[in-house]
């Protein structure tokens, strides 16, 4: 395998013709804050219009058919557009858009007509998706749904839609339509009573409110050099008799548990199915980056090591966990394009991500002492970026907590249930 991750003569001549065109395409004046909640609304709008210009040449999604709005590109192609966007801050796609985890979904549930009508919208970038899985008592236990979607027993080709949902979207709304799951049936037994939609955002009865959370988004999320996620910024949505047409429904009426598997198996980190988007991603931690040249070059917390040796052992395991984080994720994009498999591969490096972000928040803390506190550039770490880490560290229920991600594995190694 290799780790180093050099481009080979065809990637190495493909990238040229993706970094002209992101020279040409990439609004000049489009920037990456630290703190992605400091991103404004017309910088989201950039990025839109980037994700649209992505789509039009089918690199949103490089990776998915062409035939349904995808580039079509195999896996090694497909690297070179995340590794070349990655080099400039930014992810694919440019925005948080749980079309990454709809699309899969639509892909290997959808009819052959659902893939023809609901995948090229999302593939080119015309519309961004949230999806809405949780509920105030259906969180982990995701088949505990209580939000109903029930025929209509007037309109046979409809479903009526009441409840609510929490914890779900990003930085600004509203989105143009939901991943939606829902229960279907009050009577059928558990795991066979749900049912997944894609659902427009604005259906009469639905609304969208704002919560304020503590954290900008999971170390992943906020931590990548090139990610672009706003999950810090939630919302809880209400369907109050929102009505939906059957052509949404995604598999059958009781098929909402097997198809939300095919969402989380995303979700939970496995990019090697067909569809992850994800395959080719190796991400730079810039906060890890950050905390080591903090200790190489400021003459502040140089002089802090130095008078307490003990500490050098925080920044040696900072740096092995940056450098594990590295390696994961390098098998973890080796995988599909050595035609392989490994069950347990992504949510283990996602497991592993959300241990390493909370022990970098201790690490940081005590190396950095007191300068931790302060977002001067010459003193601290700048934009309270340790603030930042800290809150994100913290932040590890998104995608799975790690007692669910711990349960994904077992299933993966066969020792589970
Ligand atoms: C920032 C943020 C972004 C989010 N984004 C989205 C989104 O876009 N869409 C969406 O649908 N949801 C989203 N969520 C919700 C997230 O998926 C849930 O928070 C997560 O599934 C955990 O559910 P819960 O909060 O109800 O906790 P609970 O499920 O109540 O869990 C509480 C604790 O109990 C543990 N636990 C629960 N069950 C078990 C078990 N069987 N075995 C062992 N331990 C267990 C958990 O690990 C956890 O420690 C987001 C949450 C946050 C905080």
Known sequence: ???????????????????????????????????????????WEMRRGLCRKLGEKGWLYPSYPAEYGGGG?????????????????????????????????????????QKRRLLPPMLKGEKITWQLFTEPEAGTDEASQQTNALRSTKEKDYFIVNGSKIFVGALYSPPDQFLLLTRSSLDAPRHQNLAMFIAPADLPGVQ??????????????????????????????????????????????????????????????????????????????????????????????????????????????????????RLFLTRNAGLPRAGKRVPYAGPQTTLFIKNQGLAMTGYMARVLGPYALTSDEEWGMEDGLFEVCERAGLCIAPGGTPEALKIVISRGLRIGR
Request: glycine fraction near 8%.
């Open 73 to 113: 590109l195999g896996g090694d192609k497909a690297a070179v557009l995340h590794i070349e966007m990655a080099a400039r801050g930014l992810s694919l796609p440019p925005l948080y858009d749980s079309g990454k985890l709809a699309a899969p979904t639509v892909l290997a549930c959808g009819t052959e007509e």
């Open 208 to 325: 969208i409110y704002p919560l304020n959370l503590f954290s900008e988004g999971t170390t992943s999320q906020v931590c990548y050099q090139s990610s672009d996620s706003a999950p810090g910024v939630k919302h809880s949505v209400f369907f109050e008799d929102v009505k939906i047409h059957e052509s949404y429904l995604i598999g059958g009426d009781q098929d909402g548990w097997k198809v939300s598997t095919a969402t989380l198996t995303v979700e939970h980190g496995d990019k090697q199915t067909a569809a992850g988007t994800g395959a080719a991603f190796i991400p730079r931690n810039f906060m890890v980056e950050k905390f080591l040249e903090q200790c190489r070059k400021n003459p502040r917390i140089k002089a802090r090591l130095r008078q307490n040796p003990h500490l050098l052992n925080d920044v040696v395991d900072a740096y092995i966990g940056g450098q594990i984080e």
């Open 1 to 43: 395998m290799n780790f180093a991750n050099d481009y080979n003569d065809v990637q190495e001549e493909f990238a040229k013709e993706v970094r002209a065109w992101l020279d040409e395409n990439v609004p000049k004046d489009l920037v990456r804050p630290r703190n992605i909640l400091k991103m404004s609304r017309e910088q």
